[in-house]
């Protein structure tokens, strides 16, 4: 990115947390948190905290960084140094991005190319060239509406473990689209705050659906029909067992007569007809669908920094933004803040794009006029730069 294309983005920002200082708020407990930012050179800095609300907004308009991070962790003393910061404890949160979730439209929209012999192609990057068998692959990913839906079913899927499975109330999750590929949750001033690493580590290995053998379905080899139906789950239990119960009533096998109320009848059926091995995989398939795709590093880390909500994302222009319903959210236009006024742009290469309800592009090496909000979003990607209007 050239001088100029930052000082672009720069001023926009600013003028943004100018307009809207009123909106910047705290996080709760901000004095015990270490807050940070990655400049739009690209440094990142770090330890730093804020006493007041109005500290943070003169931050923002006087540094205008690219991203600002505050961290899910509580400290005595957030500037020091990690080991000397004294941790009492953090939030509990999650991250669900894109890049991690399978999608068809991947096939289309994401490229790699080889750096080494510049043999490229489409979809998700190999772990080797193909062609010369290179590690040094350099991606160009994209994220579409049907990436950012997929990304908040594994979302609304996680909402649910936390409501049913860990009994957290509705009004400690907070959801927030991260202003780019994803979203993030996090639980607040609950009872979990005080776990460590390790503990957090079973959290998301429980979401994950990791590890959960078929014996705990109450499935073993060997065992009779008469011993697995004692064990097998009911609709009606908590946890796995049950979600998994619950998911086998939506199944339909073949000859199988459906007069039989009871699940445990359904999957001894669906066991019989697949054999162990069989069945093994065939759940593991059920726990793929049901369990949510979160980033386990991100849960498990107890001094993660984290995007702050209400701030500007640098790659996009977008805000990290409160979903207050996410089923409804749509972060195409929810998240988009800035204004329309139009920026003369040459752009590289950008594929068709919608934001805002507007379509744009495909664009191939040439000079467009865009408003402002997509842009910042071609500009921030690295895609485009701004071309003098005179
Ligand atoms: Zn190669
Ligand atoms: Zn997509």
Same mark, same amino acid.
């Given at each position: 990115?050239?001088?100029?294309?930052?000082?672009?983005?720069?001023?926009i920002?600013?003028?943004?947390?100018y307009?809207?200082?009123?909106?910047?708020?705290?996080?709760?407990?901000?004095?015990?948190?270490?807050?940070?930012?990655?400049?739009?050179?690209k440094?990142?800095?770090?330890?730093?905290?804020?006493?007041?609300e109005?500290?943070?907004?003169?931050?923002?308009?006087?540094?205008v960084?690219?991203?600002?991070?505050?961290?899910?962790?509580y400290?005595?003393?957030?500037?020091?140094?990690?080991?000397e910061?004294?941790?009492k404890?953090?939030?509990l949160i999650?991250d669900?991005?894109?890049?991690?979730?399978?999608?068809?439209?991947k096939?289309?929209?994401?490229?790699?190319?080889?750096?080494?012999?510049?043999?490229?192609?489409?979809?998700?990057?190999?772990?080797?060239?193909?062609?010369?068998?290179s590690?040094?692959?350099?991606?160009?990913?994209?994220?579409?509406?049907?990436?950012?839906?997929?990304?908040?079913?594994?979302a609304?899927?996680?909402?649910?473990?936390l409501?049913?499975?860990?009994?957290i109330?509705?009004?400690?999750?907070?959801v927030h689209?991260?202003?780019?590929?994803?979203?993030h949750?996090?639980?607040?001033?609950?009872?979990?705050e005080?776990?460590?690493?390790?503990?957090?580590n079973?959290i998301?290995?429980?979401?994950s659906?990791?590890?959960?053998?078929l014996?705990?379905?109450?499935?073993?080899?060997?065992?009779?029909?008469?011993?697995?139906?004692r064990?097998?789950?009911s609709?009606?239990e908590?946890g796995?067992?049950?979600?998994i119960?619950?998911?086998?009533?939506?199944?339909?096998f073949?000859?199988? *007569? &459906? #007069?039989? +109320?009871?699940?445990? =009848? @359904?999957i001894?059926?669906?066991?019989?007809?697949?054999g162990?091995?069989g069945f093994?995989?065939?759940?593991?398939?059920?726990?793929?669908?049901?369990?949510?795709n979160i980033?386990?590093m991100?849960?498990?880390?107890?001094?993660?920094?984290?995007?702050?909500?209400?701030?500007?994302?640098?790659?996009?222009?977008?805000?990290?933004?409160?979903?207050d319903?996410?089923?409804?959210?749509d972060?195409?236009?929810?998240a988009?803040?800035?204004? *329309? &006024? #139009?920026? +003369?742009?040459?752009? =590289? @290469?950008?594929?068709?794009?919608?934001?805002k309800?507007?379509?744009?592009?495909?664009?191939?090496s040439?000079?467009?006029?865009?408003?402002?909000?997509?842009?910042v979003?071609?500009?921030?990607?690295?895609?485009?730069?701004?071309?003098?209007?005179?």
């Open positions: 990115m050239n001088d100029k294309t930052i000082e672009f983005l720069k001023q920002f600013r003028e943004f947390y307009k809207n200082s009123s909106k910047i708020s705290a996080p709760i407990r901000m004095n015990e948190r270490e807050f940070g930012y990655m400049s739009f050179d440094v990142m800095i770090r330890h730093l905290s804020f006493q007041t109005g500290e943070l907004r003169v931050f923002l308009v006087k540094e960084p690219h991203s600002v991070y505050y961290s899910c962790a400290y005595h003393e957030p500037t020091l140094s990690m080991d910061k004294g941790w404890g953090a939030d999650f669900i991005d894109a890049d991690a979730i399978p999608t068809n439209c096939e289309e929209h994401d490229k790699w190319v080889c750096k080494d012999c510049n043999f490229m192609g489409k979809g998700k990057r190999p772990e080797n060239c193909p062609k010369c068998g590690t040094k692959i350099d991606e160009e990913n994209w994220v579409c509406s049907s990436c950012l839906d997929a990304t908040k079913n594994e609304i899927k996680l909402i649910d473990f409501l049913e499975d860990f009994g109330s509705k009004d400690k999750i907070k689209f991260s202003g780019s590929r994803g979203y949750v996090t639980v607040e001033e609950s009872s979990l005080g776990l460590d690493q390790l503990a957090r079973e998301s290995d429980y979401i659906g990791m590890g959960l053998s014996e705990s379905l109450g499935i073993s080899k060997g065992a009779s029909y008469d011993d697995m139906r064990s097998l789950p609709i009606n908590p796995w067992r049950g979600r119960a619950s998911f086998f009533t939506k199944l339909e073949e000859g199988y *007569d &459906e #007069t039989s +109320k009871d699940i445990k =009848d @359904k001894l059926y669906a066991y019989g007809k697949m162990y091995k093994e995989d065939f759940a593991k398939e059920i726990v793929n669908k049901l369990s949510a980033d386990v991100v849960t498990t880390d107890i001094h993660r920094i984290f995007r702050l909500p209400n701030t500007l994302h640098g790659n996009t222009g977008m805000l990290k933004k409160k979903c319903d996410l089923t409804s959210f972060p195409l236009t929810d988009v803040v800035l204004n *329309d &006024e #139009t920026v +003369k742009l040459f752009v =590289d @290469k950008a594929p068709k794009f919608t934001l309800g507007n379509s744009f592009g495909p664009y191939n040439e000079k467009v006029i865009l408003p402002l909000f997509a842009s979003y071609l500009v921030g990607k690295g895609l485009a730069k701004v071309i003098n209007s005179d």
